[in-house]
């Protein structure tokens, strides 16, 4: 399998774990090589740069440089949440498929319109969810699950989760409503 070339939009304080601790291992495994990395702090790129091993012409301030000039399979987007629609936008334009951390957007409809326009355009979209295998939220996951599984299939489903493993297991109050798209 060919390695699937990425490029990484933020490396701020939670990018900067992407570019060591993410990324770096799907590097030197071979599954993605680093077609570009973004972000406006000059700093900020030469520690993604040092720690994933990409060549300084591969490096840019300017994101709709970046997505113009480089072949690419796919992006991750690790921008601040006001940003995220402006770099899907980018992505899509240049038909590459986006991996988000979360939260999908600042706004229900900032999320709205990204859902909207990736399906529209045929992408393909993941968010990211790095605590979904710690036991309390798995716990209150499956609490979800049930007011999920109600919701109809032509939509999607938010759910509103109070964890608190301090107690005896977790306890959670579930609420789910149906969104359309």
């Known amino acids: 399998m060919m390695a699937q070339r990425v490029i990484h939009v933020g490396i701020g304080v939670f990018g900067k774990r992407w570019c060591t601790e993410f990324l770096k291992g799907n ?7 680093v077609a570009a990395l973004v972000d406006l702090d000059a700093q900020a790129l030469e520690h993604g ?9 591969r ?15 796919f992006c991750t987007v690790v921008v601040t949440p006001e940003h995220h629609e402006r770099i899907i936008d980018l992505a ?4 590459l498929d986006v991996l ?18 990736v399906a529209s355009a ?20 499956a609490s979800c699950a049930p007011a999920c599984s109600a919701a109809s299939t032509r939509s999607a489903c938010a759910s509103k989760a109070t ?3 301090t107690w005896r297991g977790a306890r959670s109050s579930v609420t789910a409503w149906p969104i359309p798209f």
């Open 27 to 33: 590097v030197a495994d071979g599954t993605i090589e």
């Open 49 to 57: 740069r040092k720690a994933l091993g990409v060549a300084q012409e």
């Open 59 to 73: 490096c840019f301030t300017d994101a709709a440089r970046a997505f113009e000039t480089t072949q690419a399979d």
């Open 92 to 95: 899509l334009a240049h038909k």
């Open 100 to 117: 988000c951390e979360k939260p999908i957007a600042d706004t229900m409809a900032a999320s709205l319109r990204i859902a909207r326009k």
């Open 122 to 141: 045929g992408g393909k979209m993941a968010v990211t969810m790095s605590h979904r295998f710690d036991a309390d939220r798995r716990r209150c996951g």
């Open 163 to 165: 964890c608190d493993s």
